[in-house]
T-cell receptor, first 113, second 108 residues
């Protein structure tokens, strides 16, 4: 099976712009979750989608949003970018059954200038 | 206060040494996860456990639910084990909380 695919790998944006990141889960996985990783804060949970519905949301402002499509692919959007949004954004997919592990993509490194 | 605390933050070991990384958590959990992150960003899930002990090759993970504590052990450490090890917990709503990670360097 192909792994979790995130695109693009690298992205440079300017403050105030918006950005959309994409995540294709492992085939058959219906749960996709998103994470932000920065040197200062470490890994932080953004949100989880399952069957096209947001099931959980971390403590991030409304500028961070996402959606999931019927094929389980997910997108994450950040509007009105700030310098502090520079980070590695990771997505993970799972079967979301009891004790199903997370499978991470390689991440999208976003730099906001 | 962080929901998940890891120690040590940094660890340097000689090849062949036995290594222990500790994780304490303060929330109710459905599962505890040990993750490995190599330079470049990719994260691999090593273990997911809710009780007892799991072993995979030279890696062993244990959890004590009553004490809200888990340990990751690496036996006969090797330079390829050099990575950041992250402890994470998931609660009943599948929300995740992460430790800050332990950076391990194994010297040949």
């Amino acid at each position: 099976k192909a792994g979790v695919t995130q695109t693009p790998r690298y992205l440079i944006k300017t403050r105030g712009q918006q950005v959309t990141l994409s995540c294709s889960p492992i085939s058959g996985h219906r749960s996709v979750s998103w994470y932000q990783q920065t040197p200062g804060q470490g890994l932080q949970f953004l949100f989880e989608y399952f069957s096209e519905t947001q099931r959980n949301k971390g403590n991030f402002p409304g500028r961070f949003s996402g959606r999931q499509f019927s094929n389980s692919r997910s997108e994450m959007n950040v509007s009105t970018l700030e310098l502090g949004d520079s980070a590695l954004y990771l997505c993970a997919s799972s079967e979301r059954t009891a004790y199903s592990p997370l499978h991470f993509g390689n991440g999208t490194r976003l730099t906001v200038t | 206060k962080n929901e998940v605390e890891q120690s040590p933050q940094n660890l340097t070991a000689q090849e062949g040494e036995f290594i222990t990384i500790n994780c304490s958590y303060s929330v109710g959990i459905s599962a505890l996860h040990w993750l490995q992150q190599h330079p470049g960003g990719g994260i691999v899930s090593l273990f997911m456990l809710s009780s007892g002990k799991k072993k995979h090759g030279r890696l062993i993970a244990t959890i004590n639910i009553q004490e809200k504590h888990s340990s990751l052990h690496i036996t006969a450490s090797h330079p390829r084990d050099s990575a950041v090890y992250i402890c994470a917990v998931s609660d009943d709503s599948n929300q995740f909380y992460f430790g800050t990670g332990t950076s391990l360097t194994v010297i040949p």
